[in-house]
């Protein structure tokens, strides 16, 4: 939860601590993008593995839907990471641009 300046009321952003979570998201999609790559590297050595001939074939319809399933549900939890970092970097930095706007306002009224 983001504090609230208990005197003035004002939302504070820990800048390093959201670099830090901003980072971290950044290396949690990077290793999910890899272990996507790996893992569609595998399952193509096991198709080649497995061979030609009726037995092959039934191994591919029935292994080859969860397969690629597999890799979908990997890319699409990659992607939600990497969209939860955007959100995490744009919703700081829109605190961080609310917060500068309110204090130049609250500086010229006083002056």
Request: charged share 25%.
């Amino acid at each position: 939860m983001t504090p609230v300046e208990p005197t003035t009321g004002r939302v504070t952003v820990d800048a390093g601590l959201t670099a830090d979570l901003s980072a971290r998201l950044d290396a949690a999609a990077s290793r999910l993008q890899t272990l996507t790559t790996e893992l569609a590297e595998v399952l193509a050595d096991l198709d080649r593995a497995v061979g030609v001939g009726e037995s092959a074939h039934a191994f591919r319809r029935g292994f080859g839907p969860a397969g690629v399933e597999l890799l979908d549900a990997l890319g699409a939890l990659a992607a939600r990471v990497t969209d939860r970092r955007r959100g995490v970097t744009a919703g700081a930095d829109a605190l961080a641009d609310a917060d500068a706007t309110g204090a130049a306002t609250i500086d010229r009224a006083d002056g």
